[in-house]
């Protein structure tokens, strides 16, 4: 995976996670899922992992856990 440029921005990253999203076979996120979400959030993790766990396919939940831990990792403090 390559390295982004030290100059990109937030927007720009932002830009390019839609893109990568819009290009998925099938959606992130079921529509209940994003239906469920726009009406009301789910309160806390737990009912947030529920929800996910109930809805998405074996993929979508593959794919989640990546992305999650891939932003985990780019967001991490630098190692001392």
């Not at 921005?9 to 830009?15: E, I, N, R």
């Not at 209940?32 to 993790?45: K, M, R, Y």
């Amino acid at each position: 995976f390559r390295e982004l440029p030290s100059s990109a921005t937030p927007h720009q990253l932002a830009a390019l996670l839609l893109l990568w999203a819009g290009q998925l076979p099938e959606p992130l996120l079921p529509q209940p899922v994003a239906d469920a979400c726009a009406i009301e959030a789910p309160c806390d993790a737990v009912a947030a992992a529920a929800l996910l766990i109930e809805t998405c396919s074996a993929s979508q939940l593959a794919t989640l856990r990546v992305l999650l831990r891939l932003m985990h990792e780019a967001l991490a403090p630098p190692a001392a």
